[in-house]
């Protein structure tokens, strides 16, 4: 599925992006734990932040989940 958000979350990934999605009781947001590439903390900052919420969370689906278990020994 390829849509402004998606196309917006794949540029931030590609430019070392490390945020994750958290998403609890269909309430997204995002962690960024291990701390972004100065490239990807600037594309954040200039492209995804200043969104509306919704869009926003939009854009946090297609990240990484923190609720992923596929690294999980018998994950897929």
Known sequence: MENASKT????????GGR??????????????WEGDTPEAAKFWRVHISSLSDREKRDVETFLPSLNDESDEPGGK
């Open 8 to 15: 917006l979350a794949d540029e931030y990934r590609r430019l």
């Open 19 to 32: 945020r994750v999605a958290v998403i609890d009781d269909n309430i997204g947001s995002s962690r960024d």
